[in-house]
């Protein structure tokens, strides 16, 4: 392994420390390195604070800060240009000095794209460009896709029995994971925007959609009830968090309740017409726990990015097919008595 490939292993670690708290933005993490010593470290730590490179620099101690110009920065993507919530990175790094910049990955957000590269590199800044960059693409996968599909990236979660069973037969609630499998997938929850059911897993399994099993915020609801067919005595519907019904009758806010109703036609098209309005909404990543249908619909419009499939030790004396994964397994893990296996497209990088 390079000194470069060690210090950026570092961003990474860094970068995950703000996962769940800086969508839409990317989670990026920063290292200031000084002769093969750290001198200063940063990571993105919510949406409208400060970015990694700032985080970094003002974290060098004032009887280091003379060694600024001299040091090397470390990011696991590049560098903006663009003024948003804070002003242009690029600016910081030559207001400081610093003399060289090594980048994972680009920065795929419209007025970036290279810019930011291109800026420092014409003001005389020494640039090294993809140090383990397949895997700075993977830590900033969310942002890219949010950015150039103008869509949420799309993950599906769903449990099915060793004999391939998604559910019982007969609208009956059943289990088919273990206590660690529900932590992992609200881990799952914390580090997404959103999550979204249909309106008969709404009414069998009356879910609470939230994240009390690990830590962090839980997620935006969202429920597909196209008829407003739900009765309002759900977990869904008792104001611990706000939840979005998507529906064809109505648009307005129950303040109250923390519920907003979205009109959308139901017709064909739907699924991408969904996915616009909540990249309206600045909503980057979409947690699928529908059932089996709502499932399917995602597979078969091509519009999901990575699927996370639990096989349970439980099996019904009579049940519903699971859907079928048009992907191919990249991870396998065991949690407990489950085995979680990770999809993704045929496509996928």
Known sequence: MTRDERYMLRCFDLAVLGA???SPNPMVGAV?????????EGFHARYGASHAEV????SVPASLRHLIPKSTLYVSLEPCCITGKTGPCTNLILEQGIPRVVVSCLDLSPGVAGRGIAILQSAGVEVTLGVLEKEGKHLSRFRNHFVTRQAPYVILKYAVTPSGQFAPTGNLQSWITGPLSRRFTHRLRSETDAILIGARTAAI????????YYFGASPLRIVLD????LPDNLHLFDGASPTL??????SEKDT???VEYLHIDFGEGFLPRLLGELHRRKISTLLVEGGARLIRSFYDAGLWQEAYIYTGSVDFPAGIAAPQCPGEC???FVIGGDTLRLYRPLSSE
Do not use: C
């Open 20 to 22: 769940g708290r800086t």
């Open 226 to 229: 196209r008829h407003l067919a």
């Open 245 to 250: 019904v998507v529906n064809e009758l109505k």
């Open 205 to 212: 399994d009356n879910p609470q959609l939230d994240n009390r």
């Open 256 to 258: 109250a309740r923390k």
């Open 55 to 58: 985080n970094a620099v003002t």
């Open 330 to 332: 990249v991870e396998t």
């Open 32 to 40: 200031l390195v000084y002769e093969d010593r750290i001198i200063g």
